[in-house]
């Protein structure tokens, strides 16, 4: 049984509709895309969920409908995570919190909410980062971004740590240019995909695939890693 959070487009949407082509029942999450979350009822059995994952109360609420109606939480994917570039110069405080408090603060109300559940069936959570966190690199475009998810890796390497000894596995994978309905416009540039070493960008499957990975038996002994899926991106 899993939960896919941020999960009724792009990215997200692509895990959710993988894992349960693998015969897992999905749980799916919206905050501000109702039309698409009914047009999804039928497809993911009435497992979808309006909730702001911001908000520490809708969060464990959240896990509680999940429990309700599955009774266990094998997996959880946390695919909240809002975009923004541009320098630093420019970059007032207020956006860093609203990256920091979306992209991490969000994480940490979800792991917390969701950590007993994943001890009891010993299963899985992953998160979302972006390509070449590794390197610590300075940015041009999205420091503030990368700086949040480069704090959310700090998370996530901690959580592994402290959740092994209960069996369960915390793993990050990396996106690096993935063209999807809702991208930056950056993302859609083909002179940026074809600077890519591989030379074209991904797609929202090659990320579900490698999830899907990380979330598996197969990966069972695989725990606080970061995992690019960027055909070379940023290396």
Do not use: C
């Amino acid at each position: 049984m899993a939960l896919v959070s941020g999960s009724v487009r792009g990215i997200g949407l692509a895990v959710a509709r993988r894992l349960a082509r693998s015969g897992a029942r999905v749980h799916v999450t919206w905050r501000s895309s109702a039309a698409r979350a009914d047009a999804l009822s039928a497809e993911f059995e009435g497992r979808v969920h309006r909730a702001d994952l911001e908000d520490e109360d809708e969060t464990r609420a959240l896990i509680e409908a999940v429990l309700a109606r599955d009774g266990r939480l094998d997996a959880f994917v946390h695919a909240v995570g809002e975009f923004s570039a541009g320098p630093l110069a420019t970059t007032r405080a207020a956006e860093v919190r609203r990256l920091l408090e979306n992209n991490v603060l969000s994480a940490v109300h979800a792991f917390d909410a969701a950590r007993e559940p994943l001890r009891a069936a010993r299963g899985a959570a992953l998160f979302f980062g972006v390509a070449g966190l590794e390197g610590l690199r300075g940015r041009r475009e999205a420091a503030a971004y990368a700086a949040a998810k480069s704090a959310l890796l700090v998370l996530v390497r901690s959580w592994a740590l402290e959740e092994a000894a209960h069996g369960v596995r915390v793993n990050l994978v990396s996106p690096g240019v993935i063209p999807h309905e809702g991208a930056a416009a950056q993302t859609h540039d083909e002179a940026r995909a074809a600077r890519i070493p591989l030379g074209f960008a991904g797609t929202p499957e090659d990320v579900a695939a490698a999830a899907e990975f990380l979330l598996s038996d197969d990966a069972r002994h695989v725990t606080g890693v970061d995992l690019p899926v960027a055909g070379g991106w940023l290396l």
